[in-house]
């Protein structure tokens, strides 16, 4: 196998080993010994593959070819979450393969679906394993990013360098540094959530949940968690940190000449978002209820999705809605981007007008850049929107044939191709995962990682096998 296969899978693999050891320690601390031989046997074999994928490396330098790696980030999203369902299949409840497998590919994927009815029946280790298992499947989203990042638009890669592409230094230096901003504000999150006198088990596992953009909650319904009006507000705000860029605070505090390219697309997400809140205060705000609107808002955007239980159903499709545009490019958030919706809608807004007005001149450039994006990125976004239809619809297909209600089945597929989880604002609630075929279990895997790729990396695959040139 290739370097970079093996050094990727090696990292991940010792990430995961420090979580297990972490669990041991806190088992240990709180004498939680119903579990803790499962985190001895994760940690054990993770420490093992770390060092069996590091010295089965070839160190003949070589360059690596997209489909390898997009091979390499497909392998890790299957091989981790089996390491990550060890706690799971080897705990005191019982579950199947298949339970603790969709259990570690929806915590690995940051959706958030669980085969658990009951939430507050758990051992605390492995509510904590649970959202550690979310905190390195975003940490693994935004790393697969960097190794990806030369099948993305030149628009996009302006927001983070002026490279074309990656050398070997170049990756590294960019791992590091998300490395260090995914830590620095998920400490950051659990520092605030604890001065909002939030339980502090409980925003440990809410900060790993937030930075991940992931759905799983250490208590059954999040008003438990949340029981006045400011930790409601100050969680709202603090999802918004994977709606933006991860690399939006470090581009304010260290660029240099504050060059707009780096800040383009975080702009255009805050009117976007201003918008939002202006329309959903003035016209859907029904109940006089807005703090609870504006967390299933933050919420839906940033591709997490739980909400209160409150929340109204009515407006539910809208919410299905912002969670398909989703956020930041560069941040641990799902969905379609916006940017690539409001190039796309431009581009298409122009080019009719221009058959109206033969005379004038439409600019085809972002609002707040100089930059003019391109034909072929524009027919990326088409194509990356016409996948996700034909993927949507195939989905709710099989789902309809698992003897789901074709409503359900049409929110459910866009909830997992935008790993999100099924909450109350959604109509999604009380749907349970654990009562599926085990079949149909199998093929939401299958999607909740499709999701998490880029949905491009599809046709890259297709034309690899299918043509030769």
């Known amino acids: 196998m290739n370097y970079i296969k093996l050094i990727y899978l090696s990292v991940f693999c010792g990430i995961i080993s420090i979580l297990s050891f972490f669990n041991i320690v806190y088992s240990y601390y709180l004498n939680l010994y119903l579990n803790l031989n499962t985190y001895v046997y994760t940690f054990l074999l993770s420490i093992v593959l770390t060092i069996i994928f590091y010295i089965s490396k070839n160190k003949k330098e070589k360059k ?61 280790s492995l509510i904590l394993w649970r959202s550690a298992s979310q905190w390195v499947g975003g940490l693994y989203f935004l790393f697969s990013i960097i190794l990806l990042i ?16 990656f050398n070997k230094a170049e990756t590294l230096k960019q791992s590091l540094k998300i490395f260090l901003l995914y830590s620095l504000i998920t400490l950051g999150i659990f520092v605030i959530l604890n001065i909002f006198e939030i339980r502090m088990f409980y925003s440990l596992n809410l900060a790993m949940t937030v930075i991940s953009s992931g759905g ?24 918004l940190t994977s709606f933006f860029s991860i690399f939006l605070s470090y581009n304010l505090i260290f660029t240099k000449n504050h060059n707009l390219n780096f800040f383009n697309e975080d702009i255009h997400l805050l009117f976007y978002l201003l918008t939002l809140l202006i329309i959903f205060f003035i016209f859907l705000n029904f109940d006089n209820n807005f703090i609870e609107i504006f967390l299933s808002l933050t919420s839906s955007v940033s591709n997490i999705g739980f909400s209160l239980d409150n929340t109204s159903q009515n407006i539910s499709f809208i919410f299905l809605i912002l969670v398909m545009i989703g956020g930041s490019f560069f941040s641990t958030s799902s969905g379609i981007r916006f940017l690539k919706i409001y190039s796309l809608f431009k581009y298409s807004i122009n080019e009719i007008l221009s058959y109206s007005r033969p005379k004038n001149i439409f600019v085809n450039k972002h609002l707040f850049s100089k930059e003019f994006f391109q034909l072929n990125e524009i027919y990326k976004y088409f194509l990356t929107v016409i996948i996700f239809i034909i993927t949507l619809l195939f ?65 890259i695959i297709c034309k690899k096998f299918l043509f030769k040139n």
């Open 64 to 124: 690596i070819t997209i489909y390898e790696k997009i091979i390499t980030i497909l392998l890790g999203y299957f091989l981790l979450p089996l390491i990550i369902a060890i706690p799971f299949y080897f705990s005191i409840y019982n579950l199947t393969f298949v339970n603790s497998y969709f259990e570690a590919i929806s915590g690995f994927t940051s959706t958030g679906f669980t085969i658990f009815n009951n939430i507050n029946h758990i051992d605390q």
């Open 150 to 165: 030369d099948i993305f638009d030149y628009s996009f890669k302006k927001s983070l360098t002026n490279f074309i592409s």
């Open 216 to 239: 799983f909650l250490p208590s059954n319904n999040l008003s438990n968690i949340l029981i006045n009006n400011s930790q409601i507000i100050i969680t709202s705000l603090l999802m």
């Open 395 to 459: 989905l709710t297909f099989l789902l309809t044939l698992s003897g789901i209600e074709f409503e359900n089945s049409f929110k459910l597929s866009i909830l997992t191709l935008m790993n999100t989880v099924n909450s109350s604002m959604y109509g999604l609630s009380d749907f349970s995962f654990y009562d599926l075929h085990f079949f149909t279990k199998y093929y939401l895997i299958f999607f909740m990682v499709l999701g998490r790729l880029e949905l491009l990396t599809l046709l």
